[in-house]
């Protein structure tokens, strides 16, 4: 069965940087496109970022574009966000989504990885 | 990338039908045929409830169903049941091959 598990999450201060990872099983993971979306406290879904089946393209969301990063290793079945220059308002749960075959809608989502940007 | 607009709250009681809006651009709503809807209880992970409009995933009930028309997409849930008490989201490929979600619509069942 598909299992997308985030890791990484946890209590940053204002400026600094985070890695969050997250792992994948139960599916080709260098077949599909992987996403990030966020959520925070009390509040909607936000989309983050996406990185193509073969590392080859990445978007992101205007809130995130220039201070994230999002890659993968294929050969780990991992993909990674890395987040720099942190802000309070960046504080959310993380999730991690496969992207279905066509690559229109997310169809499997891990549990989500918690950070909080805090002084 | 301006967020999808669905309204906040909607509610019915067990067994009737509510349907819930969401409204984007030519950009995205109107460009595609790729709107989805996701269901989230409280403090879980959202599932895919609907995608391409109007499939449903296997394991989803009928009673879930997807339109489009324009630039408004629609998710209605017919014979409502205390389960379906939920946060609903739509979400939207778009023109920049990136996402947009809804703001997120609560259903309550009375």
């Known amino acids: 069965q598909v299992q997308l598990v985030e890791s990484g999450g946890g209590v940053v201060q204002p400026g600094r940087s985070l890695r969050l990872s997250c792992a994948a099983s139960?599916?080709?993971?260098?077949?599909?496109?992987v996403h990030w979306v966020r959520q925070a406290p009390g509040k909607g879904l936000e989309w983050v970022a996406v990185i193509l089946f073969d590392g080859s393209n990445k978007y992101y969301g205007d809130s995130v574009k220039g201070r994230f990063t999002i890659s993968r290793d294929n050969s780990k079945n991992t993909m990674f966000l890395q987040m720099n220059s942190l802000r309070a308002e960046d504080s959310a749960v993380y999730f991690c989504a496969k992207a279905s075959a066509s690559g229109a809608y997310f169809d499997y989502w891990g549990q989500g990885s918690l950070v909080t940007v805090s002084s | 990338q301006s967020a999808l607009t669905q309204p906040a709250s909607v509610s019915g009681s067990p067994g009737q039908s509510v349907t819930i809006s969401c409204t984007g651009t030519s950009s995205d709503i109107g460009g595609y045929n790729y709107v989805s809807w996701y269901q989230q209880h409280s403090d879980k992970a959202p599932k895919l409830m609907i995608y391409?409009?109007?499939f449903r995933p296997s394991g989803i009930s009928n009673r879930f169903s997807g339109s489009k028309s324009g630039n408004t997409a629609s998710l209605t849930i017919s014979g409502l049941q205390a389960e379906d008490e939920a946060d609903y989201y739509c979400s939207s490929y778009t023109s920049s091959s990136t996402r947009v979600f809804g703001g997120g619509t609560k259903l309550t069942v009375l």
């Open positions: 391409d409009v109007s």
């Open positions: 139960g599916f080709t993971f260098s077949s599909y496109d």
